[in-house]
């Protein structure tokens, strides 16, 4: 069973940065894919960036050129580094870790809070 473990939310002014970590008790490299979802309270859950195995990454448009997704295989953590953050911005933050034809696994979720 794979756990993932997201830290690194928390309250920041609008135009600031966070980084966001994911830790997975297993080898990141054995999923198709990783990548960050958000929810916001009355939204429903929107993919954020993902990074895909022999492909590459992709960005939802509304954080293209300001969030960066990227892995270390050598502590098994997926980071979302998030800048000129906006209060739209404001969601729970959630890593996810696929491979096809089987159940997603999520971590537990971490808060980001953008003030304006």
């Known amino acids: 069973q794979v756990q993932l473990v997201e830290s690194g939310g928390g309250l920041v002014q609008a135009g600031g940065s966070l980084r966001l970590s994911c830790a997975a008790s297993?080898?990141?490299?054995?999923?198709?894919?990783m990548g960050w979802y958000r929810q916001a309270p009355g939204k429903q859950r929107e993919l954020v960036a993902t990074?895909?195995?022999?492909?590459?990454?992709n960005y939802a448009d509304s954080v293209k050129g300001r969030f960066t997704i990227s892995r270390d295989g050598a502590t098994n953590t997926v980071y979302l580094q998030m800048n000129s953050l906006k209060p739209e911005d404001t969601a729970v933050y959630y890593c996810?870790?696929?491979?096809?034809?089987?159940?997603?696994?999520w971590g537990q979720g971490t808060q980001v809070t953008v003030s304006s």
């Open positions: 996810n870790a696929i491979n096809p034809g089987r159940p997603a696994y």
């Open positions: 297993g080898n990141i490299f054995n999923f198709y894919a």
């Open positions: 990074i895909i195995s022999g492909t590459g990454t």
